[in-house]
């Protein structure tokens, strides 16, 4: 199946990629395969954003203010729900639907990916969708499970946890550790590793894997054997340090030319993060399970983040990535230039999608046991 892109494109990616020093963190930089612009937006993502911000000079900004009320989790669910993928993947990939019981009784469901020939003694990716916690499913990362899967005859799973605000926390986060838990007793049976079960999640999905992260040590277990971050959300309580704090206009690369679309479009999504409190229906936010960065363990297993250059969300994670380093936690930080938030749900339409599940993929290889 077609890409939408030319596949030199992810080699270009590769081979121009370097590493260098932000804030106190070694990272790789992925600069923008066919743009050498600085602070520029990848010609590919711009294309979206602009008609994005042309929509929102005629929309009243309360339009993109998160808060509880059905109405805006209505509308905001069909923003974040959007299947924005395209198929790439050739071979049958195939799909089983199943379901790990709650404590509640209730049957959450998961879904296994699988190749017709998957290596033996597979390491496992257990994927937990991002959306804010109150959006999102298999369907956006469907693709890029798949991807996985075709490149490493690995197995993936993903789980559709239950969405806030119907379910308040901490229903959504102990849905994704009973999946973990469920995976960690039967994945031998597919023919899976159960000491090589890497947590990965984008977004929300990067809280909800440092989660399951965290209650996999409270509880003295080895079931997470590595946990991938993309972009993920790690300081919701919105603690400032050194680390944390950032501005716009000096701390972010932004190409003059493009400001009036990129500039909006980080601001839009820093709003909608404080509005997360109300959406989980909870004020204790300063946790190291809703935020992670306020208490990080020596004990965390190896790490991988991977976040854009014009994603508010950059910040908190080299400060997360910077605690994690100081601990001696083996972690790798990739930062894509010319990307915002969620390029993971674009595979088939951005290069940075298809490189970034390579080397989620070399990472699994690399650090599975």
């Known amino acids: ?117 998957p290596v033996e003694n597979a390491p496992v990716l257990y994927f937990i969708h991002g959306g804010g916690f109150f959006a999102g499913s298999t369907d956006v990362v469907r693709e890029a499970l798949k991807l996985f899967v075709s490149q490493t005859n690995m197995i993936a799973v993903s789980i559709d946890y239950r969405l806030a605000p119907e379910n308040p926390y901490p229903i959504g986060h102990n849905d994704c550790y009973t999946g973990l838990r469920f995976l960690a007793d039967h994945v031998a049976e597919w023919g899976g590793d159960p000491r090589s079960i890497f947590v990965a999640g984008d977004s929300a999905g990067g809280n909800l894997t440092s989660y399951c992260s965290n209650r996999n040590i409270e509880e003295n277990r080895d079931d997470v054997c590595g946990q991938i971050l993309l972009y993920p959300t790690l300081n919701m309580g919105g603690v400032k340090d050194p680390y944390t704090t950032f501005d716009i206009d000096q701390d972010i690369a932004i190409y003059d030319k493009q400001k009036s679309v990129i500039k909006p479009g980080i601001e839009m999504m820093a709003g909608m993060s404080s509005g997360l409190s109300e959406v989980l229906g909870t004020k204790d936010i300063l946790t190291k399970y809703l935020s992670p960065y306020v208490s990080v363990s020596e004990k965390m297993p190896v790490t991988m983040i991977t976040s854009g250059e014009h994603d508010f969300l950059t910040f908190e994670s080299l400060a997360y990535a910077k605690k994690l380093v100081d601990l001696g936690v083996d972690t790798t930080f990739t930062l894509y230039k010319g990307m915002g938030h969620a390029y993971i749900d674009h595979v088939g339409n951005f290069p940075q999608a298809e490189d970034c599940m390579e080397d989620i993929s070399a990472f699994v290889q690399k650090n599975r046991r």
């Open 1 to 117: 199946m077609p890409r939408e892109y030319d596949v030199s494109l992810v080699k270009q990616i590769k081979e121009k990629q370097y590493k260098e020093i932000r804030r106190d963190v070694e990272i790789i930089v992925k600069p923008i395969p066919d743009c050498d612009i600085d602070g520029a937006m990848d010609p590919r993502v711009y294309k979206g954003a602009k008609k994005m911000s042309m929509i929102m000079k005629f929309m009243p900004k309360s339009m993109f203010q998160m808060d509880a009320s059905p109405k805006s989790i209505k509308r905001l669910r069909k923003m974040f729900n959007s299947v924005d993928s395209t198929p790439m993947v050739e071979e049958k990939i195939e799909e089983h639907s199943f379901t790990a019981k709650a404590a509640d009784g209730f049957d959450i469901p998961m879904t296994r990916f699988m190749s017709q020939k």
